[in-house]
């Protein structure tokens, strides 16, 4: 089994920082693409940043420089800084990955339980 495992969410206010952070365990073989996705309420869930295994990232247009994706691969581990956080910033982050796990012959995409950020104005 695998298990993705976010925190660092919480309530901050506008203008301030938060770093979440998404931990794969369980029995892996190797870690593939991973990112963070976010979800406000009725609306659909949007890709906010991916890094590949090799390090390339890609971003979300509403980032707009503010968020930085990476990942600590002997960790299994992915993080989101995100800077000059914004009231519509306000939503369930979610972190994805896709695992490869030992035995298996292809990748399969997991999903954590989601972690929540609220901006203050």
């Known amino acids: 089994q695998v298990q993705l495992v976010e925190s660092g969410g919480g309530l901050v206010q506008a203008g301030r920082s938060l770093r979440l952070s998404c931990a794969a365990s369980?029995?892996?073989?190797?870690?593939?693409?991973m990112g963070w996705y976010r979800q406000a309420p009725g609306k659909q869930r949007d890709m906010v940043a991916t890094?590949?295994?090799?390090?390339?990232?890609n971003y979300a247009e509403f980032v707009e420089g503010r968020f930085t994706i990476s990942r600590d691969s002997t960790k299994n581990t992915v993080y989101l800084q995100m800077n000059s956080l914004k009231p519509e910033d306000t939503a369930v982050y979610y972190c994805?990955?896709?695992?490869?796990?030992?035995?298996?012959?292809?990748?399969?995409?997991?999903w954590g339980q989601g972690t929540q950020v609220t901006v203050s104005s």
């Open positions: 994805n990955a896709y695992i490869v796990q030992r035995g298996a012959l292809w990748s399969v995409s997991y």
């Open positions: 890094i590949t295994s090799e390090g390339s990232t």
């Open positions: 369980g029995s892996i073989f190797r870690v593939n693409d």
